[in-house]
């Protein structure tokens, strides 16, 4: 098949995101036509792309437009319109799930467990507030990427809450979600299909060497370094591993909240789950990732990789379920 990999444009600024070239090797080395295809911020430049082409596939990677991962949904969208196939989930889908404050709701309605949470505009304290326990994580509801979360997101007492919302209210223009701080190891669940979806092997990020004056949370700098390059006390004292040992059934309570959680937020081929577990068992799903980031040594293909798929296997699966879903 002809298969443009559709892209943000941030992916290509240096360092050049190493997943676009992974997946169009791939692709091709599944027998496809595969080339590259940028989200210009000149949306009449990305049509012509595509129209140009005639893909009979979009490999869908654009995780924002112009920067904004609030925006992920309307490349879904613009792609609908073009009457054009592609992967991962739809633009429902994206919205569900791209906006915490309503992926919670949307989770809980299917008797799912999530963080007790509140979201506030700035300058209103819902009354649902005063009823959530401190210590609680003040995040921006609209962005993936751990981004907005530092050190400073876990508050213990009013003065440190209200201090972050009005820096997170400044810098995002947005309403904040505030949810309680569930305490417990965090764990992430990966799931691939549709009919059928299957939960992939339990990957943890484990805190070992997190600095102790730092919240245990998988902050921007634990995730990408304190300068996005991989630098700093937080990024080197964390590390996703697959844990040994777990209780089987907890296991399986993991895999089927995973796999409600996909059902409820009606996602499409592939996501992932985050979760986190307390000392008494409990699962609280923290967010659910569609299109989750596939770059080769990520923990979503670290699990496919562990269930016995290895890379091109994946790539190659996600464009079957994609195929089978338009042909039927």
């Known amino acids: ?13 240096p360092p050049v995101d190493p997943v676009l070239g992974q997946v169009r090797e791939a692709l091709a080395a599944a027998g496809h036509d595969a080339s590259l295809l940028a989200v210009d911020h000149d949306l009449t430049q990305t049509v012509r792309g595509l129209t140009d082409r005639k893909p009979d596939l979009v490999f869908n990677l654009a995780e924002s437009y112009s920067g904004r991962s609030a925006l992920e949904s309307s490349i879904a969208g613009l792609l609908n319109l073009l009457d054009l196939r592609y992967t991962g989930s739809s633009p429902s889908g994206l919205m569900l799930a791209g ?24 300058g209103s304290i819902e009354t649902s507030t005063g009823k959530l326990a401190f210590p609680l994580i003040v995040k921006p509801p609209q962005e993936d990427a751990s981004l907005g979360i530092t050190g ?9 809450l209200f201090a972050q919302l009005d820096h997170m209210h400044t810098e995002y223009s947005s309403p904040i979600l505030v949810e309680e701080f569930i305490d417990g190891r965090e764990f992430y669940v990966g799931v691939l299909g549709n009919q059928q979806p299957q939960a992939l092997p339990v990957v943890e990020m484990d805190f070992t060497g997190f600095p102790p004056d730092k919240p245990r949370i998988a902050s921007w700098a634990a ?4 300068d ?14 697959f844990p040994e040992s777990l209780d089987e059934g907890l296991v399986e ?16 081929d592939y996501a992932r789950v985050d979760m986190r577990v307390r000392d008494d068992g409990e699962v ?19 699990a496919a990789l562990k269930s016995g798929v290895e890379y091109n296997a994946l790539i190659a699966r996600i464009v079957e379920l994609a195929g089978a879903r338009y042909a039927r």
């Open 228 to 241: 996005g390059e991989g630098s700093g006390a937080e990024f080197a004292g964390t590390k996703s591993v």
């Open 152 to 160: 400073k997101s876990v508050v213990k007492d009013l003065q440190e």
């Open 1 to 13: 098949m002809r298969i443009v990999v559709l892209h943000a444009c941030d992916a290509i600024d």
């Open 253 to 268: 309570k993991m895999n089927s909240v995973a796999l409600e959680a996909f059902k409820a937020l009606r996602l499409r």
């Open 99 to 122: 906006d915490k404050s309503i992926s919670t709701k949307m989770l809980r309605a299917n008797g799912i467990k999530t963080p007790d949470s509140s979201t506030l505009f700035r």
């Open 284 to 302: 609280y799903v923290l967010e659910v990732n569609p299109n989750c980031y596939l770059e080769r040594d990520a923990e979503f293909a670290r």
């Open 223 to 226: 995730k990408w370094g304190d």
